[in-house]
Nanobody, 118 residues
Framework: QVRLVESGGGLVQAGGSLRLSCEAPGRIMDFDAMAWHRQAPGKQRELVAR????????YADSVKDRFTISRDNYKKNTIYLQMNSLNPEDTAVYYCNADQGAWSPPLWGQGTQVTVFS
């Protein structure tokens, strides 16, 4: 089964930074959009940030001005999530997602754990 591959999670002190990476099986420009979601223990999965070609990127209010989603213009198959000023509320499993359009199911990665301690 085709999946996305996330990396870059880990343990970080509050106020610190991490950068997550997501590699897709093909060119990211072939997807309608790519996004990062997260799921904290006992909570529903939520959208963190989405990047769509030809449209502005979008962010959850809780991460605006702290997180940045971007694509690697050289590798063509990788997106990133730069996370700054992390706080314990950012602790979650972070998942990469690729929207293949209305006729195909979205792709997901296996998730990468981010733990922020105070």
């Amino acid at each position: 089964q085709v999946r996305l591959v996330e990396s870059g999670g880990g343990l970080v002190q509050a106020g610190g930074s991490l950068r997550l990476s997501c590699e897709a099986p093909g060119r990211i420009m072939d997807f309608d959009a790519m996004a990062w979601h997260r799921q904290a223990p006992g909570k529903q999965r939520e959208l963190v940030a989405r990047i769509r070609f030809g449209a502005p990127t979008t962010y959850a209010d809780s991460v605006k001005d702290r997180f940045t989603i971007s694509r690697d213009n050289y590798k063509k198959n990788t997106i990133y999530l730069q996370m700054n000023s992390l706080n314990p509320e950012d602790t979650a499993v972070y998942y990469c997602n690729a929207d293949q359009g209305a006729w195909s199911p979205p792709l997901w990665g296996q998730g990468t754990q981010v733990t922020v301690f105070s």
